[in-house]
């Protein structure tokens, strides 16, 4: 299963297109913080990750305020996708979040 939950803030937005399939695209850059368990201590994370909206998810979040979401979608391959041999001799030079659904969170959680 591929499927991923961040809490995060927009950091930038890019430039609202559109793809050559007709489809609206928006590439963003997510700023998350949080403080996580790992081996019995804790970890502060804090880090810019890149992401991608497509459709009407995209659409929406160009309209989308100031404050922090909880954003849901999977991770892929920056590059086309290759066959395993391929990746294996030459990895993808990182991973994006594709954001499938995202909802803003308030003080007290999720609206």
Not at 44 to 66: D, I, M, N, Y
Not at 69 to 90: I, L
């Amino acid at each position: 299963m591929n499927q991923l939950v961040l809490t995060a803030r927009i950091l930038t937005r890019g430039a609202h297109r559109v793809s050559p399939s007709g489809q609206t695209v928006l590439e963003l850059i997510l700023w998350h913080e949080s403080v996580v368990r790992e081996a019995g201590l804790e970890r502060t994370l804090s880090f810019a990750a890149p992401a991608k909206a497509v459709g009407s998810v995209a659409e929406r979040l160009h309209q989308a305020g100031e404050g922090a979401y909880r954003f849901t979608g999977f991770a892929a391959p920056r590059r086309a996708a290759r066959s395993r041999e391929d990746m294996q001799s030459s990895p993808p030079a990182g991973l994006i979040f594709h954001i499938t659904e995202f909802e803003m969170e308030n003080q007290d959680g999720l609206r």
